[in-house]
């Protein structure tokens, strides 16, 4: 993703799926802790431009 995009909320909600969807494929449980924790960033980004979209 380059820095100058935008991102909508259903895309980092989309994007959280992806990368959990990864995790759940992941051997190294270091990695699996890694990858939930950007999809919590994602999601969470995925929730404040939810709520500025509605404002």
Do not use: F, Y
């Not at 969807?21 to 939810?50: F, H, Y």
């Amino acid at each position: 993703m380059s820095s100058d995009r935008i991102v909508t909320w259903r895309q980092a909600a989309q994007r959280a799926a992806e990368v959990l969807e990864r995790a759940d494929c992941e051997p190294n449980p270091a990695m699996v802790e890694s990858k939930v924790a950007i999809a919590e960033g994602w999601t969470q980004l995925a929730v404040a431009l939810s709520e500025i979209e509605r404002t």
